[in-house]
């Protein structure tokens, strides 16, 4: 096993399918089976989950809402957001803890690093959701925070590409792919990972991020198996 504690960061359009907006069943399905794979494996898995299906807080300027009114309601999305996967996850048999940065005690628990970690040394999968709990940092920042405070071996995002490419391949049909690159040829290319906070969090640990396309079955698995999956992103 290449790594033993994963932070997986997934975007929240992802979970809307082929709709506008909302949450796809089949989609909430079909992660939770390749999040499934993973625990069976032996696996420690964290999850953040991003609430662009349902409210992004850069919405806020075009409907007038404050900006940091639109962060917190962008944050109550991706708890949203964590619930659905919670379900679908414990409707396959996984146990599960959603722990939200914002106290909603009702429905998940309060963020604290040593009860999360207790929990992935369970065999937990761990859901962090509400961001950060602060304005103006995307889930991006939240993913790679959470993954340097519970020690995770690697941050794996997933995407709908299978990699980090020279250009956007769904507009460049000349973009060639990367297998590794260094965080510091990221910066010099301006090549768009994450957000530069989220980043240069992970830059400055010394955390590994992996590229890869979630979409793809079997793909979460065999890049824990050490399989060229996607990009890795690197010292």
Do not use: W
Request: contains cysteine; hydrophobic residues 40%.
């Amino acid at each position: 096993m290449k790594y033993k504690r994963i932070l997986l960061k997934l975007s929240g359009e992802a979970l809307q399918g082929d709709s506008d907006y909302g949450l796809s069943p089949d989609v909430l399905n079909q992660y939770a089976e390749e999040i499934k794979k993973l625990v069976d494996y032996g696996v420690e898995v964290a999850l953040v989950v991003g609430g662009g299906n349902i409210y992004r807080g850069s919405y806020a300027q075009k409907t007038g809402i404050d900006r940091v009114q639109g962060d917190y309601m962008g944050m109550l999305a991706t708890v949203i957001n964590g619930m659905a996967v919670q379900s679908s996850l414990e409707n396959m048999g996984v146990f599960t803890r959603l722990m939200s940065a914002i106290r909603i005690e009702a429905v998940c628990e309060p963020f604290i690093k040593r009860r999360a970690i207790r929990h992935l040394e369970k065999k937990r999968v761990v859901i962090f959701g509400g961001g950060t709990g602060n304005p103006y940092f995307t889930t991006d920042s939240a993913a790679s925070l959470r993954a340097i405070e519970i020690g995770a071996d690697v941050v794996l995002k997933g995407t709908r590409v299978d990699g980090v490419y020279t250009a956007d391949p769904e507009k460049d049909a000349s973009a060639t792919k990367y297998d590794t690159i260094s965080f510091e040829e990221v910066f010099a290319k301006k090549l768009n990972i994450m957000d530069m906070t989220a980043f240069t969090l992970c830059k400055e640990n010394k955390l590994p991020i992996i590229v890869f396309d979630m979409n793809k079955k079997g793909n979460l698995l065999a890049l824990i198996k050490g399989e060229k999956v996607g990009t890795l992103v690197t010292m």
